[in-house]
């Protein structure tokens, strides 16, 4: 788990309730975190070694998900998400 920063300065008379909270926050975010590296650890486990074309349709799992017509997607978002939708509107 990674180390509490130190709470923000405060008068005395809030700095108790301040600092618990700080310390409330951290704890929630430090454990949201240990818990997403749970899950992805085991989805990670669970793909199969092997994805090729043969094995996996996951390469094209995107291609029928696009419904607007490509003529309609303004320029900036082609190239924004070029990467994961690029050969689909192409």
Excluded: F
């Excluded at 043969?54 to 094209?60: F, K, L, N, R, S």
Aim: aromatic share 8%.
């Amino acid at each position: 788990m990674p180390s509490s920063p130190a709470p923000p300065t405060t008068t005395a008379g809030t700095s108790r309730r301040r600092a618990y909270r700080w310390t409330w926050w951290w704890g929630n975010l430090s454990a949201n975190i240990e818990n997403a590296k749970r899950i992805l650890q085991k989805v990670a486990q669970k793909l199969p070694a092997d994805r090729s074309a043969q094995t996996c349709i996951c390469e094209h799992a995107l291609a029928s998900t696009i419904m607007t017509d490509p003529a309609r997607i303004p320029a900036e978002v082609k190239e924004k998400y070029d990467l994961l939708i690029g050969r689909y509107i192409s």
